[in-house]
């Protein structure tokens, strides 16, 4: 278990993705919930509060994008670092998506999850400092 606990909010259509990230974060101590309705989580996270937003982005469904844009249009969750997880980026969308607010980064799927937790810890070590500095 580390030092620090996480409250990650994963938005992930994937019974599979969504069983694994419980496990591997449950195992490192984080708080979370994973729930396959998206709009149940958008509407969870101003309350939450979570450190960062997993979220899952298939382009051939554009709930997951208007889900992103409501959590961009909320005050209250609009610097939320959000990961962007997917499988089915061409080149330029994961640009794209890259350069989106709030988005920290895209990893593509299949993921190797000892580097996911790796990166949502240095993600939210970094929000956790920033706040403390300002």
Not at 84 to 93: C, D, G, K, R, Y
Not at 106 to 121: C, G, M, R
Request: charged share 20%; proline share 6%; hydrophobic share 50%.
């Amino acid at each position: 278990m580390h030092a620090m606990s996480y409250w990650v909010l994963v938005l992930d259509s994937d019974g599979n993705v969504r069983t694994l990230l419980k496990l591997a974060l449950d195992q490192q101590g984080h708080q979370l919930l994973v729930m396959p309705d998206s709009d149940s989580n958008v509407a969870l996270a101003p309350i939450e509060q979570p450190d960062i937003i997993l979220l899952d982005l298939d382009a051939a469904h554009c709930n997951e994008q208007a889900v992103y844009l409501d959590l961009q249009r909320n005050p209250q969750t609009r610097n939320i670092p959000v990961l962007v997880l997917s499988a089915a980026f061409t080149p330029e969308e994961l640009a794209r998506w890259r350069r989106m607010p709030n988005v920290v980064d895209v990893i593509l799927k299949p993921f190797e999850i000892t580097v996911l937790l790796a990166y949502i810890d240095a993600i939210c070590e970094a929000r956790l400092a920033s706040n403390i500095s300002t």
